[in-house]
């Protein structure tokens, strides 16, 4: 009888976790299509500003990302950048009450402003990366209320919170899975793997009730017949291959310092380097008519579906503002503005590409810059056959993706996340720590005194 107790209690209480577990992550799902919907109101509220005047821009973009910088440095710190590298680095610390102050909601609620923020401001960023650290969050608030103890288990919840949060911004729920093996987590553990897939299926079925099935870019029937037509494979593979390489080989060189009195100035003044930052993004986009600002999104599915051809300065342009942004250190992911930089990449090359359907070029093209930049080929080719709802492409995608990914390693030797996740574990180590109070000696005794 004490043993059907007992037993009875275990099962019990499983239950109560996986209830948990499964809640927290449908809310992932409703926080990520929450988030998309700010995302898309911030657009249509920056494209109103420029309507009534681009010229507005030069002042609100440097307010905007000043104001952003200020916030994240003074109130929520942790929320800068993507938020797949903090991800990353939580997996790898064993001081919860570092990875508490960096998967805290009130994080993850500032996460969410201030990308919406400066998406409002123009700064050429994504929502998806800061998804992932949404996700983790809201995952590791649901560890904490459960009060669980062991280590394996609590990173299995933000890893499955990472994958969630993928699947739900992009729909791509078999994307969201591949990325939490290939990217977050680099293994894949019996004892997690039913957290994060079953993570990944309830928060895509959420956001699927609330919005709809949909494809992030459409459908496309594009292919790529073997022959003359896969020339276009080499081609955006090893072009794609270089310029990602070299765009991940810019970014972790910035975030270990700018050189020479720019550095300094960004160490020195953050906010106003961030102003300066926010000044040359309007620029840009003045010079560019608008067209790299935020996620790019609109121009990727235009290029993907034929409607609009962009000139290549769109893409050259939109490679530059996307690396200002981040220097700019105001949370946005890279996730969007890259798949727009190779949809625009893709756009060009397919002019000197006859034999091959243009779509398929963009498409290759899409693959080959996101893989060269993520170095993670089967997560840039799931993603972007998960998000053109094309199967008939797979294995052009996946040949142009691994192309671009070893040429990217030619010139980007580690990856660029899992750099970007070791300089902010280095800098968290560096960091200076509050003094602690040194306790008093005891007070001596008195000494007698002469009666």
């Not at 342009?317 to 949370?331: D, E, H, N, R, V």
Request: aromatic share 8%.
């Amino acid at each position: 009888m004490r043993h059907l107790r007992r037993s009875a209690r275990i099962t019990t209480e499983q239950w109560r976790r996986k209830l948990a577990c499964w809640a927290a992550a449908v809310v992932v799902g409703v926080v990520a299509v929450g988030f998309a919907m700010a995302a898309d109101a911030a657009a249509t509220l920056r494209n109103h500003i420029i309507a009534i005047s681009p010229w507005i821009m030069l002042a609100l973009t440097p307010a905007g990302l000043a104001l952003s910088t200020w916030l994240t440095r003074t109130w929520f710190r942790g929320a800068q950048g993507s938020g797949i590298p903090q991800t990353i680095a939580t997996l790898h610390l064993e001081n919860f009450a570092i990875i508490d102050r960096l998967l805290s909601l009130r994080v993850a609620a500032g996460k969410i402003v201030l990308t919406t923020l400066g998406l409002v401001a123009g700064g050429s960023i994504g929502r998806e990366g800061p998804s992932v650290q949404i996700g983790a969050a809201i995952m590791h608030a649901c560890g904490r209320w459960l009060n669980l103890s062991t280590v394996s288990m609590r990173r299995g919840l933000i890893l499955a919170g990472g994958a969630s949060g993928v699947s739900a911004a992009f729909n791509t729920p078999l994307a969201g899975i591949v990325f939490a093996i290939e990217e977050l987590s680099h293994s894949f553990e019996q004892r997690t793997s039913g957290t994060m897939l079953t993570g990944v299926i309830l928060s895509g079925v959420t956001a699927i009730a609330l919005v709809g099935n949909y494809s992030y870019f459409g459908h496309t029937d594009v292919v790529v017949p073997i022959g003359i037509s896969w020339i276009a494979v080499p081609t955006c593979g090893i072009l794609g291959g270089i310029g990602g390489g070299v765009f991940s080989a810019i970014l972790i060189r910035a975030t270990r310092g700018l050189p020479g009195g720019l550095g300094r100035f960004a160490r020195g003044r953050p906010v106003a380097f961030a102003a300066a930052c926010g000044l040359l993004l309007a620029v840009i986009g003045i010079a560019s008519d608008g067209i790299t600002y935020g996620t790019g999104y609109e121009q990727a599915h235009e290029i993907i579906e034929g409607k609009t051809h962009y000139p290549a300065s769109f893409f050259i342009l939109k490679f530059i503002a996307t690396i200002i942004s981040y220097c700019s250190g105001i949370p946005g992911g890279l996730f969007a503005p890259s798949l727009a930089i190779g949809a625009g990449f893709g756009g060009w090359v397919a002019q000197f590409l006859p034999h091959t359907t243009p779509g398929a070029v963009v498409l290759l093209g899409t693959v080959a810059y996101f893989s060269a930049v993520v170095q993670s080929p089967l997560t840039a080719s799931v993603i972007v056959m998960e998000m053109c709802d094309n199967q008939q492409v797979t294995l052009a995608l996946l040949a142009t993706s691994f192309l671009a990914y070893g040429v990217s390693r030619m010139i980007c030797s580690q990856p660029l996340y899992a750099a970007l996740a070791e300089a902010f574990l280095d800098g968290m180590a560096t960091a200076p720590r509050p003094p602690v109070a040194t306790p008093r000696p005891p007070a001596a005794p008195p000494l007698p005194t002469a009666r």
